[in-house]
């Protein structure tokens, strides 16, 4: 078992029960105790799961995790994943950038680009993309979230509801092995909501750790989807949904090199 698959194992046994110490861990996957911590540390590190004292349990699934520690987990991924999305964007097209971490750096490897028309709930992104002269910036209107300068609310779902873009560029919480989209706000999922609607193609970025990561509302399913950006490849369960559907997966692997990033279409 490589250590990515026992990393694997090691959420879906603390998934099922809620909570894994590292004395059933070691035993159950015939590794030491000190192998088990630096797994869960890992894990932990990524956002994954919780540790705890003895083990590790479940992230909430009602409370998000703070925007500034959201912003500092997975950077490599991040920032890999957000310069192979916008790689796929033109110049000169028309696209919708919702809240989350990941889309703002999606915003920053964008700034490589010329004409653009952005329409986004997300002060940040307004804020990194409104140097750029040559673009459109379109800020909706609505209630602003202070924790993270996301816009939500009916005004700003009334708002999106006038536009049909080229692309809409979605982040997650979590994606569940039914291929739910998975959010902590119901607010900010009816705006992603009229993204989704509103959008001639959708796109997905998230990194690995929302494979297991439970939140509490629905948003939509990863079905819905045109692409998925992401940085490893996902479980099975969402492989098959991904392969019925027709939905493109693109995986930003690791800079070994520098042609090492590359994408992966699913009939491959």
Same mark, same amino acid.
């Not at 912003?71 to 997975?74: A, F, M, Q």
């Not at 991924?77 to 999305?85: D, Q, S, V």
């Given at each position: 078992?490589t250590?990515?698959?026992?990393?694997?194992?090691i959420?879906?046994?603390?998934?099922?029960?809620?909570?894994?110490?590292?004395?059933?861990?070691a035993?159950? !996957?015939?590794?030491?105790?000190?192998?088990v911590?630096?797994? +869960?540390n =890992?894990?932990?590190?990524?956002?994954?799961?919780?540790?705890?004292?003895?083990?590790?349990?479940l992230?909430?699934?009602?409370?998000?995790?703070?925007?500034?520690?959201r912003?500092?987990?997975?950077l490599d991924?991040?920032?890999?994943?957000?310069?192979?999305?916008?790689?796929?964007?033109?110049?000169?097209?028309?696209l919708?950038?919702?809240?989350?971490?990941?889309?703002?750096?999606?915003?920053?490897?964008?700034?490589?680009?010329?004409?653009?028309?952005?329409?986004?709930?997300?002060?940040?992104v307004?804020?990194?993309?409104?140097h750029?002269t040559?673009?459109?910036?379109?800020?909706?209107?609505g209630q602003?979230?202070?924790?993270?300068?996301?816009?939500?609310?009916?005004?700003?779902?009334?708002?999106?509801?006038?536009?049909?873009?080229? !692309?809409?560029?979605?982040?997650?919480?979590g994606?569940?092995?039914?291929?739910?989209?998975?959010?902590?706000?119901?607010q900010?999922?009816?705006?992603? =909501?009229?993204i989704?609607?509103?959008?001639?193609?959708?796109?997905?970025?998230?990194?690995?750790?929302? !494979?297991?990561?439970?939140?509490?509302?629905?948003?939509?399913?990863?079905?819905?989807v045109?692409?998925?950006?992401?940085?490893?490849?996902p479980?099975?369960?969402?492989?098959?949904?991904?392969?019925?559907?027709?939905?493109?997966?693109?995986?930003?692997?690791?800079?070994?090199?520098?042609?090492?990033?590359?994408? +992966?279409?699913?009939?491959?």
């Open positions: 078992m250590q990515q698959e026992r990393h694997e194992a959420v879906e046994l603390v998934r099922r029960q809620g909570y894994a110490s590292i004395e059933q861990l035993k159950d !996957f015939a590794v030491t105790p000190q192998t911590r630096r797994d +869960l =890992q894990l932990a590190d990524e956002g994954i799961v919780k540790r705890v004292h003895g083990g590790a349990g992230e909430s699934s009602t409370v998000n995790t703070a925007y500034h520690t912003k500092t987990l997975n991924a991040k920032r890999r994943i957000a310069e192979m999305l916008a790689a796929q964007i033109p110049d000169s097209a028309s919708f950038i919702n809240i989350g971490t990941s889309n703002e750096f999606i915003a920053e490897a964008l700034c490589h680009h010329s004409g653009l028309e952005v329409i986004t709930n997300n002060l940040n307004a804020a990194i993309l409104q750029k040559d673009f459109n910036v379109i800020v909706a209107g602003v979230r202070s924790r993270d300068g996301g816009i939500i609310g009916e005004a700003t779902i009334d708002f999106i509801n006038q536009f049909k873009v080229d !692309f809409g560029i979605i982040g997650i919480s994606i569940d092995r039914d291929g739910s989209l998975l959010e902590f706000d119901y900010e999922v009816r705006v992603a =909501q009229a989704i609607r509103n959008s001639r193609q959708v796109l997905l970025a998230a990194d690995h750790s929302k !494979f297991h990561r439970n939140a509490v509302v629905r948003q939509g399913n990863l079905s819905q045109h692409a998925f950006f992401t940085d490893r490849q479980p099975e369960p969402l492989l098959r949904l991904m392969r019925e559907h027709d939905v493109a997966l693109h995986v930003a692997e690791p800079l070994l090199s520098a042609d090492t990033n590359r994408s +992966l279409a699913m009939d491959d």
